[in-house]
């Protein structure tokens, strides 16, 4: 009877005394423990086609025993680049912003790849110079842009001189179509104007968001244009410019509801502001919708807890920020090659709107 042969078991070497248990280990540990070079262990990390199967079996069995994961920073030796994607954002609403990391979160899980967050103050003058040490000292794979530094054209145009790849998510086009998100507030807004006029609505005012951002100019001008096709002017005492915010909301809705000759509905150009208008209304007794009609913009989840619950033009943040975070993995000839990316807003209709009652 022939010898039974034996299953060759490759066992990571004993352990150095520098392996202290339960003490995390870093990748210079993982090459000692394996006997490899770091360069090693950063291509078995990066799966490297370079690594011989007994090489890289040896070190995957390091890693198993010491329960050792990988920091982006650590697989990214082999390709001087980090392993983290960026998103660089000037944006007053909270849940804004946590919608647009979600969606990023949605995009990278499971690709290696992890999210950092660089809140800035574009009206600053160094934020520019700020943005790009973030992403230098980082060494970031790529970088989302979010309104409003996404309309930024001198904050693009950096991120291109040090070579460093980014999506921007805009109302509009504003640059190559493989860098573009692209979210039609103009339509929204005015799919917003038609509905008020279809409950006849004719005394109207407007909340709009600050004059620097791209996303408020289109906002306002789709509502005031698709009134217009119906023959009806918003006068300049019935359009307030806010800031975004529920504070800004508030201080607007305090004019416009102010006197006798208020507003029969107000279209305010996101939820956080159509909530200052609702405190407003509460305070002075004016009853919503039967005396006043309240239409929000974003239907972020303000939106359905207010009571009543408030029509809002929804826009889909969180499959922006998937969408944007997607064009960054992609390798960059497949990249360079893709479409403009587009979402499409449209109105939620709850319990806010009514037709006037005068």
Known sequence: MPPRKK?????????????????????????????????????????????HKETRDRVEAVMREFNYTPDPFARGLAFRRSFLIGMVYDNPTAQYIVNMQYGALDAIRDSGFELVVHPCDSRSPGYIDGVRRFVQQQKLHGV????????????????????????????????????????????????????????????????TGP?????????TAGFVEALAKR?????????VEAGYTFESGVASAERLLAGNQRPTAIFAGNDEMAAGVYKVALRA???????????????????????????????PIRDMGRIAASMLLAEP??????????VRPHLIVRDSCQPPAR
């Open 333 to 342: 000839a497949a990249a360079s090659a893709l479409a403009a990316a587009s």
């Open 231 to 239: 023959g009806i002017e918003l006068p300049r005492e019935r359009v």
């Open 144 to 207: 989302m842009l979010v309104p409003r530094v996404s309309e930024d054209q001198a904050l693009a145009d950096m991120l291109a001189e040090i070579d460093c790849r980014y999506s921007r998510i805009a109302s509009v086009s504003l640059d190559q179509a493989s860098r573009m998100v692209i979210t039609h507030d103009r339509d929204g807004a005015a799919e917003a104007a038609d509905y008020l006029q279809s409950l006849g609505h004719r005394d109207i005012a407007l909340i």
């Open 211 to 219: 004059s620097s951002y791209r996303s408020a100019h289109e906002r």
């Open 285 to 315: 007794g004016i009853s919503i919708p039967q005396e006043l009609s309240v239409i929000g913009f974003d239907d972020s989840p303000l939106a359905s807890r207010l009571w009543p619950a408030l029509s809002s033009v929804r826009l």
């Open 7 to 51: 299953t060759e078991r490759i066992a990571p070497p004993a352990k150095s005394a520098s392996a202290v248990p339960g003490k995390a280990q870093t990748i210079n540990d993982i090459a000692r423990l394996a006997e490899v070079s770091k360069k090693t262990v950063s291509r078995v990390i990066n799966q490297s086609p370079l690594v």
